[in-house]
């Protein structure tokens, strides 16, 4: 009787392990910073390239930071990241966070949209833009922040970059030109 007894105890493991499995293979893991829903769909040829470019940029979610990187597998800087996800729909960007700045056509924060590029002053008291991101929609951009840590999201609204907000642009065709001035 004992001899039974064990493998039936062995047989409710494994379909409890089953059963586990069968419950996490249906959830969707949760990556805090994600946005609760997609890139919004476009409405005219401008918004199609900007999706485009946000779409690509929350693609990279999770890739290395690596200064001067500007490919997914080695890695990010911030200026990389906009010159890869602009390069994957075909548009020519300057490399630096700063000449991006310069050539960006000049967007309100309050007319943002996905694909738009949102600059920041990382150190203070120096003036010029030394930060970048991609915005995504939702008040949230893709940036990649710094050594030792990965492609990721932040609010803009969150009181670190609200206080370092230098500007936004945009840089795709419909939207390249003269810079965004210094906020």
Known sequence: ??????????????????????????????????????????????????????????????????????????????????FYAHAQQGVAVPRTAAEQFAAARSVDRDDLEPGDLVFYRLVPRRGGVTHVGIYVGQGRFVHAPQSGRQVGEALLDDPYWRE????????????????????
């Open 1 to 82: 009787m004992t001899r039974r007894a064990a493998p039936r105890r062995d047989r409710h493991g494994v379909l409890a392990l089953f059963a586990c499995a069968f419950v996490l293979a249906g959830c969707t893991p949760f990556r805090p910073g994600l946005p609760s829903t997609a890139v919004p769909p476009p409405d005219t040829a401008s918004s199609r390239e900007g999706a485009g470019i946000a779409r690509v940029a929350v693609a990279q979610l999770g890739a290395p930071y690596r200064y001067g990187g500007t490919e997914p597998i080695r890695g990010f800087d911030c200026s990389g990241l906009v």
């Open 164 to 183: 370092r907000f230098a500007g936004a642009g945009r840089l795709h065709p419909a939207g390249a030109g003269a810079g965004p001035r210094l906020e």
